[in-house]
């Protein structure tokens, strides 16, 4: 079973606009890290955000902001206001603290229109 | 400048042949991870090592192999058993912390692209 589930392959919305990649992950342990990271077209994939899960506050940080909710094992991410240059595709993984691995999801590719 | 580095980006070969991957850190972390990516099905893990000279197998290390003699270095072959090597691959590292400590964040090299005919 997938661990970690992003439902939307492909997003695209307009300059300006707000968006909302999700994520649904599925774990037992109680101690466990999620994260998101960026793929641009280059390639290399770009960190941007670790949440454990004993921390349940949302962040924001300038136009993005992370929405973490146990009772839903879900960890949204929300781009505002989106640019061209947010066109990527985006990646949840997760990482439990009883295995040495980092579990992926299939990842949201977005496009954002000028 | 601290970071992961991947040679060659593209890397073409033939059917029957072993390739091998070049991946270096210079962030004098631990852990070091190979991934193999295809269109639409994500990042895959092949192979990781928490500590020099061991290793463990991931989801999809048939026809691979690595090895970790220094720290800084973690080289992946394809081997010709892989049956269908062409794809993207990354390698990433992050500090490790033991089995049930943090997990903090991978750093990704820029990826090396293989296309095997």
Same mark, same amino acid.
């Given at each position: 079973?997938?661990?970690?589930?992003?439902?939307?392959?492909? @997003?695209?919305?307009?300059?300006?606009? *707000?968006?909302?990649? *999700?994520?649904?992950?599925?774990?037992? *342990?109680?101690?466990?890290?999620?994260?998101?990271?960026?793929?641009?077209?280059?390639?290399?994939?770009?960190?941007? @955000?670790?949440?454990?899960?004993?921390d349940e506050q949302n962040e924001i940080s300038g136009r993005y902001s992370w929405n973490f909710q146990k009772s839903t094992s879900s960890f949204n991410f929300t781009i505002t206001a989106s640019q061209v240059v947010d066109s990527a595709v985006y990646f949840c993984a997760l990482s439990e603290a009883t295995t040495n691995q980092f579990y992926f999801g299939t990842g949201t590719s977005l496009t954002v229109i000028p | 400048d601290g970071g992961i580095t991947q040679s060659p980006k593209y890397l073409f070969r033939k059917e029957g042949q072993n390739v091998t991957?070049?991946?270096?850190?210079?962030?004098?972390?631990?852990?070091?991870?190979?991934?193999?990516? $295809?269109?639409?099905?994500?990042?895959?893990? +092949?192979?990781?090592?928490? +500590?020099?000279? $061991?290793?463990? #197998?991931? $989801?999809?290390a048939e026809g691979y192999s690595v090895s970790r003699e220094? #720290?800084?270095?973690?080289?992946?072959?394809?081997?010709?058993?892989?049956?269908?090597?062409?794809?993207?691959?990354?390698?990433?590292?992050?500090?490790?912390?033991?089995?049930?400590g943090v997990r903090y964040e991978q750093y990704f090299g820029p990826g090396t692209r293989l296309t095997v005919t």
């Open positions: 079973a997938q661990k970690v589930t992003q439902a939307q392959t492909e @997003i695209s919305v307009v300059e300006k606009e *707000d968006v909302t990649l *999700d994520c649904v992950y599925e774990t037992r *342990d109680t101690t466990y890290y999620l994260f998101w990271y960026k793929q641009p077209p280059s390639g290399e994939l770009v960190f941007l @955000i670790r949440r454990n899960s004993f | 991957l070049s991946c270096e850190q210079n962030l004098n972390h631990d852990a070091m991870y190979w991934y193999r990516q $295809d269109p639409g099905q994500g990042l895959r893990l +092949i192979y990781y090592s928490q +500590i020099v000279n $061991d290793f463990q #197998k991931g $989801d999809i220094k #720290k800084e270095s973690f080289p992946l072959t394809v081997t010709s058993a892989q049956k269908n090597p062409t794809a993207f691959y990354l390698c990433a590292s992050s500090p490790y912390a033991g089995l049930a």
